[in-house]
């Protein structure tokens, strides 16, 4: 508000100091101007009068001649000021309104409202740059689990979006060009609340920029940065950037990771899907040779991903010369029969339509099919909003590089040690996947499962912290049994471990807990509330660790020791 | 010479001295306060805070403060004047006469850290 209150008192200094002019004059007139009371006497009217009737007559009430009728200098003086007082409001009232209307006025007052809103923010958030496809699906996912987020974007449409969203909280959008740094200070980039940076909009150049400035005003701050090409990809970690996710790299390494080790790609999908889903079978996609349309750079990174794999591939391109596109590639668009054909469509397995149109894209997929019924059909689709297209052409997969983004975004930040067992598990041999694969399934009970990570620490789980204290030994088959039932195994799987940094993949159910371990767990969210029991409880914890079941509580307390009390004299009674 | 800056002396200081003038005289006499005087002293008042609008400076956002006060004050001394006179019809009695003339005082104070701090910014800027 510091900069709004200022503007309107300049601007209205004219006008008031032409209003106070007008009425004093006029004021000051009535007092001296004689009349007559109604009794024919002289009289004069009092500042008091005066100001009553310049006040009506000034506001264009009008009451008449009061107290007394008006001598003639009286109504002379009358018409003078009403001109002088009337013409005045005018200008007075014209000001505000022109300055409520002033376009840099209500900017200014937008903005010193939001960045009161952001200032006084004081709970954890996470600060996005960039409010496209992948800003929206990101600010979605945030508010549902309640976490606040702060959204800078400079192109209006998109902040005017934003702001008639229904969401259920309150995300303060700034319409600023998050390339400038005092722009990120505004937004919160120095603020303690702020947890985390992502910049996920669509040019390189940007996202570098605000990776640089947050590394530079904010070094500890985890960022998160979206990359399209390697070459930025590159400059983004030379100064640390925390993460970058390349979309294009990240599918194609899960495309040929769906074609040579199905199942890794299998826990892949489910461990970093939306949760609660029905667990999603995804369809092999086959060996033999890819036509790929388009040589753009998601065309490019599967293009070097299969042939890494050893499956052979023909492309299609507009103009394969200038796009650097390897010998061997037709020149075409891929939405004709023939130029399909002339790729050799009838002893090719998969075709993948990737070029930056979507109609395109639909087209190519559509004809293909129109030729070879059984071909396998890969599709990226490029704008949300034609995701029902897609999906009425029934595509086999359907590429949506903002929905890879923010899954990869949000199992960053949700599940830090997802990534570490995904690692470790894709070096693991192929039975293993299939073991790993039929174990998640028989937690998973149909949906895609929740994944947690639990951390050994006064904080997170003072039940356990303080046995441990006591110095008893917790192995982690403990805690993996249900509260309520110690005999029933809750339905979650222990992932990995971590410890001083080393990771154990599949810990065993008699490893012992130590304080600082860190664990992801995958499994139902019933499992996940159970556990919270075994972690924050102590009774639970001893319940579920031995077995016996001890009351609390005062009175129960109190009772268990007169029972102990009467027990021990038995006791001593049968040993005398 | 900044005519701007004379314009914006020169109704701080008539503030300052049509308020002494009306404050001038016995306090409860109403012969030596001229109805006339207030009201001068307000509208003039008046223009004076209007003209301090706006000003950013920590030394700006004083004197704005010390024209609402005497503002203020004036404003409370033409009211108990009216009711006096109009509303109660009890006229200008001695008690009434020293309430508006201390009230009054009080603006004159105000008007008196205005013009001193005035003094100051003007003469710390020509050091």
């Not at chain 1, 603020?191 to 920029?209: E, G, Y």
């Not at chain 1, 990359?227 to 990809?233: C, D, M």
Request: glycine share 6%.
């Amino acid at each position: 508000m510091t900069s709004v209150i200022p503007l309107i008192l300049r601007r209205m200094r004219a006008p008031l100091l032409v209003l106070i002019s007008a009425y004093s004059v006029a004021v000051l007139g009535f007092t001296l101007i004689p009349g007559v009371d109604d009794a024919g006497n002289p009289w004069r009217m009092s500042f008091f009068h005066a100001f009553y009737v310049v006040s009506y007559t000034g506001s264009t009430i009008g009451f008449g001649e009061v107290p007394y009728a008006f001598s003639n200098a009286q109504r002379l003086w009358t018409m003078v000021s009403i001109y002088l007082t009337v013409v005045s409001w005018l200008y007075a009232v014209g000001t505000i309104i022109s300055l409520v209307r002033d376009r840099a006025f209500r900017a200014a007052l937008e903005e010193s409202r939001l960045r009161h809103s952001v200032k006084h923010l004081q709970e954890p958030f996470n600060l996005i740059c960039g409010y496209g496809d992948t800003g929206s699906l990101l600010v979605r996912a945030f508010t549902e689990r309640n976490r606040r987020v702060v959204v800078l974007d400079p192109r209006p449409d998109r902040i005017d979006a934003l702001s008639i969203r229904e969401l259920p909280l309150h995300v303060p959008a700034l319409l600023l060009d998050a390339r400038n740094p005092e722009n990120l200070v505004h937004a919160g980039l120095q603020s303690r609340w702020c947890m985390s940076l992502l910049a996920v909009t669509d040019d390189d150049r940007a996202n570098l920029k605000v990776a640089l400035t947050s590394k530079l005003l904010n070094p500890t701050l985890p960022v998160i940065c979206r990359a399209e090409t390697s070459e930025a990809e590159a400059n983004m970690a030379s100064f640390g950037t925390d993460h970058i996710i390349n979309p294009n790299h990240r599918f194609a390494d899960r495309l040929s990771m769906a074609i040579h080790t199905p199942d890794m790609h299998r826990i892949h999908a489910w461990l970093s899907g939306v949760p609660n889903l029905d667990l999603p079978e995804h369809p092999q996609p086959p060996l033999g040779t890819w036509i790929i349309c388009g040589y753009g750079r998601l065309g490019r990174a599967v293009h070097r991903a299969l042939r890494e794999g050893g499956i052979d591939t023909v492309i299609i391109d507009e103009e394969p010369d200038t796009n650097g596109c390897p010998p061997g590639t037709v020149k075409g668009k891929g939405t004709e029969a023939k130029t399909l054909e002339q790729a050799g469509i009838a002893g090719a397995t998969a075709l993948l339509a990737c070029t930056v149109d979507d109609a395109d894209n639909l087209s190519i997929i559509m004809t293909a099919r129109d030729i070879k019924p059984d071909i396998f059909l890969v599709a990226r689709e490029n704008r949300l909003a034609n995701k029902p297209l897609y999906q009425a052409a029934a595509a086999d997969i359907i590429v949506e590089p903002s929905y890879i983004l923010t899954s990869s975004i949000l199992s960053i930040l949700n599940t830090p040690l997802l990534s570490e067992f995904l690692k470790l598990a894709r070096r693991e041999p192929v039975q293993c996947h299939t073991e790993l694969v039929e174990r998640i399934r028989a937690v998973a009970d149909g949906k895609v499962p929740e994944s947690w990570t639990i951390r050994i620490s006064q904080n997170r789980a003072p039940a356990i912290a303080k046995a441990l204290e006591l110095g008893e030994r917790i192995p982690l088959g403990s805690i993996v049994r249900d509260p309520g039932n110690r005999d029933q195994q809750l339905s979650c799987l222990p992932l990995v471990l971590s410890r001083n940094s080393d990771c154990t993949l599949l810990p065993d159910a008699e490893t012992d807990l130590e304080s600082g371990d860190r664990i992801l767990f995958c499994g139902s969210a019933r499992a996940f509330h159970r556990m919270q029991n075994n972690l924050q409880n102590l009774n639970a914890l001893r319940y579920v660790h031995t077995g016996e079941v001890r009351p609390d509580g005062l009175l129960w307390r109190a009772l268990a020791r007169r029972k102990k009390a009467r027990r021990d004299a038995a006791m001593e009674q049968a040993d005398s | 010479m900044h005519l701007e800056k004379v314009i914006f002396g020169f109704f701080i200081l008539l503030a300052l001295t049509v308020n002494f003038g009306f404050f001038l005289g016995e306090i409860d006499n109403p012969d030596h306060h001229n109805v006339y005087e207030l009201y001068a002293a307000l509208v003039i008042s008046l223009i004076a805070t209007v003209m301090k609008f706006g000003e950013r400076t920590q030394i700006g956002a004083l004197l704005l403060a010390a024209s609402l006060v005497a503002d203020l004050q004036l404003i409370a001394a033409a009211v108990v004047w009216a009711v006096a006179v109009h509303v109660t019809g009890s006229g200008l009695t001695p008690m009434v006469m020293a309430s508006i003339v201390s009230l009054s005082g009080g603006a004159l104070l105000a008007n008196l850290v205005s013009t001193v701090l005035l003094t100051v910014e003007s003469a710390r800027l020509q050091r």
